[in-house]
């Protein structure tokens, strides 16, 4: 049986921000991961993927700055090429290819039984992260066999599609992009629209992402937001990385021949069914964008920096059909493209920690003394989904990882 203080499981970039603090204060753990470090970047994106945030936002523990070009955009296998790196330069005690098949309590500390055997420890940190399983509805079981189902972690070109028409169900960042890219592929694309948003990719001659930073607008803390569970359900930033800084919304899409109709609500009789909202769903996306526009010129006036930088603006309003198709025969569809969200895969902790929708019960990342997650939309900021966050969470947890270690055990 191995034994160790702290148990890390998942060596994303959560699990290594946090072999990398738990190093700075010498505390002894051990690194798991199913796979290779960075395994999702290495084997769960699409070909064409680049990361939405530029570059000077994707820095690991540790370094002063991400992948070369800080306001280029890295592709998946580039990030994951640096994770590498990060592993050769640190060296953290890690186990990959090592599966964590239940997590449970022992005594006044942890046990997990792996493929390698079992691993005691006092305390643990779960950092599987929260794209580890796609979110598909429940009536995607009643699509006919002849379709084939997708989702974004599976997906990897328009080549390896049947050539039929594609239906993608969901319109935050990897809906836009992969029905995007199929538009460009000469596919006919439908694309079902729910909850999403609208960012222009640059504004006033920077980077929106840029702005946000300027504006403190991912800082806020998880202890001041009003409906926490709301903002923990925000779509993806609705962009795409390009080296051109190409914009991404519904009217780009449509100009590429994209089909627009509202949320996906059900399939029957041989049909998909759509919900009548798509008008007020652009709208209130272009409301939430223009509010946002407002803070940023708000921010650069209160500083007197208006002469420094190009004037505000504010871009027309999203057009779409009023009459929007609320039906459609599936035979006009060979794909379906299931880009509905991610949900985490905690089964195997076996615990009473978790909310009546299978969901960890935590306060900034801290689910109990011992017990702690990382990389859960909205932890301690909005950051907490970015990978220059994770860095910030693990020094927090650290703290509290730390404090817990130094009480006594009982007697």
Request: glycine residues 8%; proline residues 6%.
């Amino acid at each position: 049986m191995y034994s160790t203080t702290t148990l890390i499981i998942g060596a994303g970039q959560c699990g290594l921000a946090m072999s990398f603090e738990l190093s700075k204060r010498s505390i002894d753990h051990l690194v798991l991961d199913a796979g290779r470090a960075g395994e999702n970047w290495h084997s769960r994106r699409w070909d064409s993927l680049r990361l939405l945030t530029p570059n000077w936002m994707n820095t690991l523990a540790g370094q002063v700055h991400g992948p070369d070009d800080p306001d280029g955009f890295a592709t998946a296998r580039q990030f994951a090429a640096e994770i590498d790196k990060w592993v050769t330069r640190h060296a953290p005690p890690l186990f990959t290819n090592t599966s964590v098949k239940s997590l449970s309590r022992l005594g006044e500390g942890y046990i997990a039984e792996t493929n390698r055997g079992p691993i005691r420890c006092r305390s643990v940190v779960v950092a599987t992260g929260a794209c580890a399983r796609p979110k598909i509805p429940v009536f995607a079981s009643t699509l006919p066999h002849r379709i084939e189902q997708v989702s974004p972690i599976t997906y990897r070109s328009p080549l390896e599609l049947r050539s039929g028409g594609v239906l993608v169900v969901g319109a935050s960042a990897s809906g836009l992009q992969i029905a995007q890219e199929l538009a460009w592929s000469g596919r006919k694309v439908t694309l079902a629209v729910g909850s999403h948003g609208r960012l222009p990719r640059t504004y006033r001659g920077a980077d929106i992402l840029q702005w946000m930073h300027l504006a403190r607008v991912f800082d806020e803390p998880f202890t001041k937001v009003d409906d926490l569970e709301r903002v923990r359900r925000t779509p993806s930033l609705p962009l795409i990385g390009s080296p051109e800084r190409d914009d991404l919304n519904m009217d780009i899409l449509q100009a590429r021949g994209v089909e627009l109709v509202g949320r996906m609500m059900d399939i029957r009789d041989g049909k998909a069914q759509f919900s009548g909202g798509l008008c007020n769903a652009v709208t209130s996306a272009d409301l939430k964008m223009n509010r946002l526009l407002e803070r940023i010129d708000t921010w650069v006036s209160d500083r007197g920096f208006d002469e420094l930088v190009e004037p505000p603006k504010r871009f027309a309003p999203t057009t779409v059909s009023t009459d929007p198709r609320l039906t459609i025969d599936l035979s006009e569809f060979d794909t379906v493209i299931w880009a509905t969200g991610f949900n985490p895969d905690h089964r195997f902790v076996q615990m009473p920690v978790f909310d009546r929708k299978g969901r960890f019960q935590h306060h900034g990342g801290v689910v109990e003394d011992g017990l702690y997650v990382m990389g859960l939309p909205f932890l301690r900021t909005s950051r907490s989904v970015h990978i220059d966050g994770a860095p910030r969470d693990a020094k927090a947890l650290a703290r509290q990882i730390s404090g817990q270690l130094s009480q006594p055990l009982a007697a």
